[in-house]
Protein backbone atom coordinates (compact mmCIF):
# COMPACT_ATOMS: atom_id res chain seq x y z
CA UNK A 1 0.00 0.00 0.00
CA UNK A 2 1.34 3.72 -0.52
CA UNK A 3 1.11 6.32 1.68
CA UNK A 4 1.20 10.10 1.64
CA UNK A 5 4.13 11.93 3.12
CA UNK A 6 4.83 15.57 2.95
CA UNK A 7 8.07 17.13 1.77
CA UNK A 8 9.01 20.61 2.92
CA UNK A 9 7.87 22.26 -0.70
CA UNK A 10 4.09 22.99 0.19
CA UNK A 11 3.77 22.23 -3.90
CA UNK A 12 4.79 18.60 -3.54
CA UNK A 13 3.76 15.90 -1.97
CA UNK A 14 5.43 12.06 -1.90
CA UNK A 15 3.60 9.03 -2.24
CA UNK A 16 6.18 6.80 -0.83
CA UNK A 17 5.50 2.75 -2.15
CA UNK A 18 6.33 0.40 0.14
CA UNK A 19 8.40 -1.80 -2.04
CA UNK A 20 12.11 -2.88 -2.17
CA UNK A 21 13.69 -1.04 -5.15
CA UNK A 22 10.90 1.56 -5.42
CA UNK A 23 11.58 5.08 -5.90
CA UNK A 24 9.56 7.69 -4.28
CA UNK A 25 7.30 9.22 -6.58
CA UNK A 26 5.94 13.32 -6.31
CA UNK A 27 3.00 14.41 -7.62
CA UNK A 28 2.59 18.27 -7.85
CA UNK A 29 -0.83 19.45 -5.81
CA UNK A 30 -3.70 20.91 -6.99
CA UNK A 31 -3.60 25.21 -7.34
CA UNK A 32 -6.46 25.59 -4.31
CA UNK A 33 -4.16 23.19 -2.03
CA UNK A 34 -1.11 24.43 -2.97
CA UNK A 35 -2.77 27.82 -2.22
CA UNK A 36 -4.16 26.58 1.18
CA UNK A 37 -0.55 25.56 1.98
CA UNK A 38 0.98 28.92 1.57
CA UNK A 39 0.74 31.71 4.94
CA UNK A 40 -0.04 34.45 2.21
CA UNK A 41 -1.95 33.26 -0.26
CA UNK A 42 -4.52 32.28 2.88
CA UNK A 43 -4.00 35.72 4.17
CA UNK A 44 -4.74 37.46 0.93
CA UNK A 45 -8.01 35.36 0.39
CA UNK A 46 -9.07 36.16 3.97
CA UNK A 47 -8.62 40.28 2.76
CA UNK A 48 -10.46 39.35 -0.64
CA UNK A 49 -13.70 38.15 1.35
CA UNK A 50 -13.78 40.92 3.37
CA UNK A 51 -13.24 43.36 0.64
CA UNK A 52 -16.11 42.22 -0.86
CA UNK A 53 -18.71 41.25 2.00
CA UNK A 54 -17.64 45.37 2.28
CA UNK A 55 -18.80 45.79 -1.23
CA UNK A 56 -21.99 43.88 -0.91
CA UNK A 57 -23.01 45.56 2.17
CA UNK A 58 -22.33 49.21 1.22
CA UNK A 59 -24.13 48.71 -1.99
CA UNK A 60 -26.90 47.11 -0.22
CA UNK A 61 -27.26 50.28 2.57
CA UNK A 62 -26.79 52.93 -0.61
CA UNK A 63 -25.82 55.38 1.99
CA UNK A 64 -22.03 57.25 1.71
CA UNK A 65 -22.68 58.48 4.71
CA UNK A 66 -23.32 55.88 6.32
CA UNK A 67 -20.90 53.20 4.97
CA UNK A 68 -19.72 54.03 1.54
CA UNK A 69 -19.14 51.31 -0.67
CA UNK A 70 -15.19 49.98 -1.51
CA UNK A 71 -15.07 51.32 -4.89
CA UNK A 72 -15.89 55.03 -3.61
CA UNK A 73 -13.43 54.28 -0.91
CA UNK A 74 -10.77 53.02 -3.48
CA UNK A 75 -11.83 56.20 -5.68
CA UNK A 76 -11.51 58.92 -3.06
CA UNK A 77 -7.82 57.03 -2.51
CA UNK A 78 -6.80 57.32 -5.78
CA UNK A 79 -7.82 61.05 -6.16
CA UNK A 80 -5.82 62.13 -2.78
CA UNK A 81 -2.78 60.14 -4.06
CA UNK A 82 -3.27 61.15 -7.67
CA UNK A 83 -3.53 64.83 -6.13
CA UNK A 84 -0.16 64.35 -3.43
CA UNK A 85 -2.38 64.93 -0.51
CA UNK A 86 -2.33 61.40 1.23
CA UNK A 87 1.24 60.44 0.38
CA UNK A 88 2.11 64.14 2.37
CA UNK A 89 -0.30 62.95 5.23
CA UNK A 90 1.31 59.90 5.13
CA UNK A 91 4.57 61.30 5.30
CA UNK A 92 4.22 63.95 8.25
CA UNK A 93 2.23 60.70 10.17
CA UNK A 94 4.77 58.35 9.45
CA UNK A 95 8.17 60.88 10.35
CA UNK A 96 6.57 61.68 13.23
CA UNK A 97 5.55 58.16 14.99
CA UNK A 98 9.56 56.54 13.29
CA UNK A 99 10.56 59.65 15.76
CA UNK A 100 8.65 59.00 18.82
CA UNK A 101 9.13 55.09 18.07
CA UNK A 102 12.77 55.56 18.22
CA UNK A 103 12.58 58.07 21.39
CA UNK A 104 10.56 55.02 22.93
CA UNK A 105 12.68 52.39 22.06
CA UNK A 106 15.90 54.28 23.45
CA UNK A 107 14.49 55.06 26.57
CA UNK A 108 12.98 51.20 27.09
CA UNK A 109 16.30 49.96 26.47
CA UNK A 110 18.50 52.30 28.95
CA UNK A 111 15.46 51.96 31.69
CA UNK A 112 15.28 47.89 31.44
CA UNK A 113 19.28 47.88 31.32
CA UNK A 114 19.33 49.48 34.20
CA UNK A 115 16.33 47.27 36.08
CA UNK A 116 17.96 44.24 34.88
CA UNK A 117 21.32 45.11 36.58
CA UNK A 118 20.66 47.12 39.58
CA UNK A 119 17.89 46.39 42.57
CA UNK A 120 17.11 50.20 42.20
CA UNK A 121 16.40 49.89 38.27
CA UNK A 122 14.04 47.10 38.88
CA UNK A 123 12.18 48.84 41.99
CA UNK A 124 11.76 52.19 39.34
CA UNK A 125 10.71 50.64 36.88
CA UNK A 126 8.32 48.05 38.79
CA UNK A 127 6.53 51.71 39.99
CA UNK A 128 6.52 53.78 37.07
CA UNK A 129 5.01 50.83 34.88
CA UNK A 130 2.64 50.33 37.68
CA UNK A 131 1.49 54.28 37.90
CA UNK A 132 2.01 55.07 33.98
CA UNK A 133 1.57 52.13 31.57
CA UNK A 134 -2.85 52.48 32.36
CA UNK A 135 -2.31 55.94 31.69
CA UNK A 136 -3.68 56.21 28.61
CA UNK A 137 -1.34 58.59 26.62
CA UNK A 138 -3.51 60.46 24.45
CA UNK A 139 -5.09 62.08 28.25
CA UNK A 140 -1.84 63.54 28.86
CA UNK A 141 -1.93 65.85 25.68
CA UNK A 142 -3.79 68.68 27.23
CA UNK A 143 -0.80 68.47 29.73
CA UNK A 144 1.72 68.27 26.56
CA UNK A 145 0.01 71.39 25.01
CA UNK A 146 0.81 73.46 28.41
CA UNK A 147 4.59 72.54 28.71
CA UNK A 148 6.08 71.82 25.17
CA UNK A 149 3.30 74.59 23.14
CA UNK A 150 1.92 73.84 19.88
CA UNK A 151 4.10 71.96 18.12
CA UNK A 152 5.71 68.65 16.97
CA UNK A 153 7.35 68.14 20.55
CA UNK A 154 4.10 67.66 22.19
CA UNK A 155 2.79 64.81 19.63
CA UNK A 156 6.67 63.14 20.24
CA UNK A 157 6.06 63.50 24.17
CA UNK A 158 2.45 61.67 23.79
CA UNK A 159 3.79 59.03 21.30
CA UNK A 160 6.98 58.19 23.02
CA UNK A 161 5.19 58.05 25.72
CA UNK A 162 2.63 54.92 24.71
CA UNK A 163 5.57 53.13 23.26
CA UNK A 164 8.05 52.94 26.17
CA UNK A 165 5.87 51.36 29.22
CA UNK A 166 4.32 48.10 26.90
CA UNK A 167 7.99 47.82 25.25
CA UNK A 168 9.90 48.48 28.42
CA UNK A 169 7.57 45.51 29.93
CA UNK A 170 8.44 43.22 27.12
CA UNK A 171 11.98 43.14 27.33
CA UNK A 172 12.17 42.97 30.68
CA UNK A 173 9.88 39.85 31.26
CA UNK A 174 12.15 38.39 28.11
CA UNK A 175 15.33 39.39 30.37
CA UNK A 176 13.66 37.53 33.34
CA UNK A 177 12.74 34.14 31.12
CA UNK A 178 16.36 33.68 30.65
CA UNK A 179 17.74 30.59 31.90
CA UNK A 180 19.88 30.61 34.69
CA UNK A 181 22.45 28.71 32.63
CA UNK A 182 22.76 31.31 30.11
CA UNK A 183 23.24 34.02 32.90
CA UNK A 184 25.84 32.05 35.22
CA UNK A 185 27.51 31.64 31.19
CA UNK A 186 27.73 35.35 30.72
CA UNK A 187 28.99 36.07 34.47
CA UNK A 188 31.68 33.57 34.55
CA UNK A 189 33.97 35.07 32.11
CA UNK A 190 33.66 38.48 34.31
CA UNK A 191 31.26 40.23 32.01
CA UNK A 192 30.17 44.01 33.46
CA UNK A 193 26.55 44.89 33.49
CA UNK A 194 26.15 46.22 30.11
CA UNK A 195 28.22 43.52 27.88
CA UNK A 196 26.48 41.20 29.71
CA UNK A 197 23.19 42.83 28.89
CA UNK A 198 24.36 43.41 25.39
CA UNK A 199 25.57 40.30 24.91
CA UNK A 200 23.88 37.47 26.72
CA UNK A 201 20.77 38.56 27.98
CA UNK A 202 19.22 40.85 24.93
CA UNK A 203 19.72 37.71 22.37
CA UNK A 204 18.48 35.07 24.12
CA UNK A 205 15.20 37.55 25.13
CA UNK A 206 15.01 38.43 21.40
CA UNK A 207 11.40 36.72 20.91
CA UNK A 208 9.94 38.61 23.63
CA UNK A 209 11.55 42.28 22.16
CA UNK A 210 9.92 41.54 18.68
CA UNK A 211 6.61 41.53 20.51
CA UNK A 212 7.29 44.38 22.53
CA UNK A 213 8.58 46.10 19.22
CA UNK A 214 4.95 44.57 17.78
CA UNK A 215 3.00 45.54 20.18
CA UNK A 216 4.88 49.10 21.07
CA UNK A 217 4.20 50.14 17.55
CA UNK A 218 0.51 49.48 17.20
CA UNK A 219 0.24 51.32 20.49
CA UNK A 220 2.53 54.45 18.92
CA UNK A 221 0.23 54.80 15.82
CA UNK A 222 -3.06 54.28 17.58
CA UNK A 223 -1.80 57.36 19.63
CA UNK A 224 -0.71 59.17 16.59
CA UNK A 225 -3.58 59.31 15.00
CA UNK A 226 -5.97 60.02 18.31
CA UNK A 227 -3.76 62.93 18.78
CA UNK A 228 -3.95 64.17 15.14
CA UNK A 229 -7.83 63.73 15.45
CA UNK A 230 -7.50 66.30 18.14
CA UNK A 231 -4.60 68.48 17.57
CA UNK A 232 -3.56 67.96 14.06
CA UNK A 233 -0.96 70.69 13.58
CA UNK A 234 -2.13 72.76 10.62
CA UNK A 235 -3.29 71.93 7.17
CA UNK A 236 0.19 71.88 6.01
CA UNK A 237 1.96 69.96 8.69
CA UNK A 238 -1.27 67.64 9.69
CA UNK A 239 -0.95 63.72 9.36
CA UNK A 240 -3.42 60.90 8.34
CA UNK A 241 -5.35 61.79 11.66
CA UNK A 242 -5.81 65.28 10.49
CA UNK A 243 -6.76 64.63 6.72
CA UNK A 244 -9.76 62.70 8.34
CA UNK A 245 -10.80 65.35 10.91
CA UNK A 246 -10.56 67.80 8.12
CA UNK A 247 -13.19 64.83 5.66
CA UNK A 248 -15.04 64.09 8.69
CA UNK A 249 -16.12 68.06 9.46
CA UNK A 250 -17.08 67.98 5.36
CA UNK A 251 -19.01 64.98 5.26
CA UNK A 252 -16.51 63.83 2.70
CA UNK A 253 -17.42 60.11 4.10
CA UNK A 254 -15.63 58.29 1.16
CA UNK A 255 -12.46 60.31 2.18
CA UNK A 256 -12.76 59.64 5.92
CA UNK A 257 -12.45 55.40 5.14
CA UNK A 258 -9.50 55.85 2.58
CA UNK A 259 -7.83 57.87 5.60
CA UNK A 260 -8.91 54.49 7.76
CA UNK A 261 -7.96 52.32 4.86
CA UNK A 262 -4.44 53.50 4.31
CA UNK A 263 -4.17 53.25 8.33
CA UNK A 264 -4.84 49.42 8.00
CA UNK A 265 -2.55 49.16 4.73
CA UNK A 266 0.43 50.68 7.08
CA UNK A 267 -0.02 48.28 9.65
CA UNK A 268 -0.57 45.32 7.21
CA UNK A 269 2.86 46.53 5.75
CA UNK A 270 4.78 47.02 8.75
CA UNK A 271 3.57 43.36 10.11
CA UNK A 272 4.44 41.55 6.40
CA UNK A 273 7.14 43.28 5.60
CA UNK A 274 9.15 44.75 8.61
CA UNK A 275 8.18 42.84 11.57
CA UNK A 276 7.92 39.39 10.09
CA UNK A 277 11.12 39.67 8.02
CA UNK A 278 12.87 40.95 11.16
CA UNK A 279 11.61 37.43 13.01
CA UNK A 280 12.45 35.37 9.68
CA UNK A 281 16.19 36.64 9.62
CA UNK A 282 16.55 36.06 13.75
CA UNK A 283 14.64 34.11 16.08
CA UNK A 284 12.86 31.61 13.17
CA UNK A 285 16.78 31.22 11.83
CA UNK A 286 18.32 30.96 15.26
CA UNK A 287 15.67 28.10 16.57
CA UNK A 288 14.36 30.12 18.92
CA UNK A 289 10.71 30.59 17.48
CA UNK A 290 8.45 27.35 16.44
CA UNK A 291 7.32 28.01 12.93
CA UNK A 292 3.42 27.08 12.51
Known amino acids: MGSAENTTRPDLIVERIDKPGVALLKARLPLWQRMLRHDGSRRALLIIAMAVCWEIYGRSIDNDLVLPTLSAVLNALFKSVAEGVMPARV???????????????????????????????????TTLTAMLNPLPAIALLPLALLWFGLGNASMLFVVAHSILWPLALNIHAGYQGVSETLRMAGRNPGLKPIPYVARVLFPAALPSVISGLKVSWAFG?????????????SSS???????????RNDLEIPDVFAGLLVIVLIGLAMEGLVFREL??????????????
Open 91 to 125: WNSMAMLLEGYAIGVALAIFITTLAITTKLGDDLL
Open 221 to 233: WRTLIAAELVFGA
Open 237 to 247: GGGIGWFISAK
Open 279 to 292: ERRTVRRWGMLRDR
